[in-house]
């Protein structure tokens, strides 16, 4: 049997964005912990630490999002028109917004590690986001691609009986663990604004590296708007110059069904 070349990227995007959400839906699980205590949240912190930072979570979980970003700038240059409907926009709209904010997840935690030893915990963050006023921001993090991935999943499910079945607990679940990681992520932060009047001081490690992360983060989301935009353009040119070469062609096509024209009749 010849598996065609579509049914395979359209696997792989699945199968990609599956890993990404799983990865999503374990973080506000965590987040949602807070609810119960700061300590069981750290202690969920430290096996997803564990999970994601091995080599298969590693490989798992960056190779997904590079496979879906590739699909993604292929799926904007291939894209003959922007007509779609409102939840597709959504969809597009959470998609594309994610990488922003993860990038800056990412640079903070993952690589401040990598390079600097600064080793996250909860306290440490929140510590962090305090410090800086941008706890707004952690709890919008996740929320996009959130979004994008349940309504990437559910535009593949859709088709089926039981995912219609089905619907009602899955938007259930759909509205309610964000919610409850937010209420997870703001207990936690009265916890620790409470343990003291004044703030424990941020990490040193982190103070000292600051400014290199932040030149980083900046670097990479420079990059990420060039290759969005970089992309979009190439596909709308490529657009015009097909709908060119469509014209040129009818036009060939008209002029040929016309036939000889009278003067050549005359001449015969």
């Known amino acids: 049997m010849r598996i065609s070349v579509q049914f395979v990227l359209r696997r792989l995007q699945l199968a990609s964005g599956l890993v990404m959400l799983t990865y ?21 912190l430290v096996l997803a630490l564990r999970l994601w930072r091995s080599t298969p979570g590693t490989i798992a ?8 970003f590739v699909l993604a700038l292929r799926t904007i240059y291939g894209r003959r028109h922007w007509a779609l409907p409102p939840a597709e ?5 959470a998609g594309l917004s994610l990488p922003l904010l993860l990038i800056r997840h990412a640079v903070t935690t ?11 915990n909860y306290e ?7 410090s800086s006023g941008t706890q707004g921001l952690q709890l919008a993090l996740l929320a996009p691609g959130w979004i994008h991935g349940c309504l990437g999943l559910w535009f593949r499910l859709r088709h089926h009986a039981w995912a ?12 309610l663990l964000p919610l409850l990681s937010a209420a997870g992520f703001i207990h936690m932060m ?3 604004e409470g343990k003291s009047r004044v703030l424990p001081p941020v990490d040193a490690a982190l103070v000292v590296h600051q400014a290199a992360l932040n030149g980083v983060r900046h670097d990479l989301v420079t990059l990420y708007l060039a290759l969005i935009a970089s992309t979009l353009i190439l596909g709308q040119l490529r657009n015009a110059l097909a709908r060119r ?13 016309r036939g000889p024209s009278r003067e050549q009749d005359g001449q015969e």
């Open 24 to 44: 999503l839906f374990l973080h506000l699980v965590n987040h949602a912990l807070g609810i119960v205590s700061l300590d069981l949240a750290g202690r969920g």
């Open 61 to 68: 979980l960056y190779g997904a999002a590079s496979v879906h």
């Open 89 to 93: 926009w959504i969809r597009l709209w």
């Open 110 to 120: 993952r690589l401040a590690a990598s390079l600097y030893g600064f080793e996250p």
């Open 124 to 130: 440490r963050v929140i510590v962090v986001l305090l």
């Open 164 to 175: 219609r079945r089905m619907r009602l607990a899955l938007l259930t679940l759909f509205v």
């Open 190 to 192: 009265r916890v620790v």
């Open 245 to 257: 070469r469509l014209r040129r062609y009818s036009a060939n096509g008209y002029l040929l069904a």
